[in-house]
């Protein structure tokens, strides 16, 4: 108890020595606060981009993965997946823990709609797959063989006046050899149809697309070409996998690429993306921890001046029986709380400066939405431990300097 009260006195007492001088406290403040605010400040910058970017993918659907031809290179060239067959999307279904597999076929054409006429990327999937796909829709319903569904990107391009009417309006496919033929003048065959609902956002290239049957669609595209069989010759664009639950992506991706495709999927992304990401936090971190140092040597220097200015102070305290660890622990808390202090001023800094970057941000860039900065709770706690932690290393040094001060020769001082 004795000691208990002792700490308390000495607790005290390093914080009515602390604000004896406001002045060069404040000042020392303002260093630790400035360099906690820039840290924070540096590391939310790319936490807020990286919530942003993966916040993209995340809102496909993170079961999915894309499969493509292998790439023919190394010592498994000969297991490479050249083109995507029929074959190829029956191997995969016999692949335990899949869900439900797709093949894709993409091409581009324009979608006319009464009068007006838009330029669009045609995705051909199973629709009989489609309740297992991810899909969600805005409105409507999922396609059948002869009906078409759109991305919402692509329901924006529209205009006004279809769009009321959009799901009862007459519509047809065309497509041409080239872009600007479907600018000029556009006589290729019209293949009638129906639009029966809008796809909820995905994040991915869906939004700027229309989703219809594949066999539809390359039935519509060998004619148009008049050839057969293109599906052997040229192949699926790819083939979509749907595993059973998260857990099944790393092993399914491993499987799918050892039979020699290329597998991706959205999780694997993230990954990728949030190592890139972490990278940078870092980076930025260190380039903010300049300010840090800076006022971590502005507290040492602080304490310094200030074992100088107390030595006669340190010889009585001495003499009334502080024992050199009281006067060791007093330095230290005096640095403790310079480093507390600056960094929770700091925080709160940061949160202001955080405030009016993403409210600039979203003012001068049309269309944003997510914010810029973000100050997750671990940055924030991270923020307050690191400050207050340096004022302690700061403090070593002047505390042991300090306590090594001689009775005889601090009471020798005038």
Do not use: C, H
């Not at 539809?216 to 083939?239: A, F």
């Amino acid at each position: 108890m004795v000691n208990n009260m002792i700490d308390k006195d000495i607790i005290k007492f390093a914080w009515m020595s602390l604000w004896r001088r406001k002045l060069r406290t404040i000042l020392t403040l303002i260093g630790i606060m400035i360099g906690t605010a820039g840290i924070i400040t540096m590391v939310s910058l790319g936490v807020g981009l990286e919530e942003s970017v993966t916040g993209e993918f995340e809102s496909g659907n993170m079961t999915n993965i894309e499969v493509y031809p292998g790439v023919n290179m190394g010592p498994t060239e000969g297991n490479s997946i050249k083109i995507l067959k029929r074959e190829n999307v029956n191997e995969l279904k016999q692949l335990d823990g899949v869900k439900a597999v797709t093949p894709i076929y993409q091409t581009y054409g324009e979608l006319n709609i009464g009068r007006e006429s838009v330029g669009a990327n045609f995705t051909g999937i199973d629709t009989k797959e489609v309740d297992e796909l991810g899909y969600q829709l805005k409105e409507g319903r999922f396609p059948r063989k002869d009906s078409i569904i759109l991305g919402s990107s692509l329901e924006g391009q529209i205009s006004k006046n279809n769009k009321k009417d959009l799901l009862r309006s007459s519509s047809s496919i065309s497509f041409s050899d080239g872009f600007s033929e479907l600018e000029k003048n556009n006589t290729s065959k019209k293949y009638r149809t129906r639009i029966t609902g809008v796809l909820k956002s995905t994040g991915g290239a869906e939004d700027y697309s229309v989703i219809m049957d594949i066999d539809e669609l390359i039935d519509m595209v060998e004619e148009k070409n008049d050839t057969k069989d293109i599906i052997e010759k040229e192949g699926y664009s790819n083939i979509r996998v749907v595993a059973n639950d998260m857990d099944e992506i790393d092993r399914l991706s491993k499987e799918i690429n050892d039979k020699g495709y290329m597998a991706y999927s959205i999780k694997n992304m993230i990954e990728q993306v949030g190592s890139v990401f972490k990278f940078l936090q870092l980076f930025l971190g260190g380039i903010g921890s300049i300010a840090l140092i800076v006022a971590a040597v502005g507290i040492t220097n602080t304490m310094i001046m200030s074992t100088y200015e107390r030595t006669k102070e340190i010889g009585v305290n001495k003499v009334i029986g502080a024992s050199v660890r009281d006067i060791r622990k007093q330095f230290l808390y005096e640095a403790t709380f310079i480093g507390l202090l600056g960094g929770t001023a700091g925080l709160i800094l940061s949160y202001i400066l955080s405030f009016l970057i993403n409210t600039i941000a979203k003012i001068f860039m049309s269309g944003l939405e997510d914010n810029i900065t973000s100050i997750p709770i671990w940055l924030a706690l991270f923020a307050i431990i690191f400050s207050t932690a340096v004022g302690i290393l700061s403090g070593l040094y002047p505390a042991n300097k300090a306590a090594k001060i001689s009775v005889l020769e601090a009471l020798r001082q005038e």
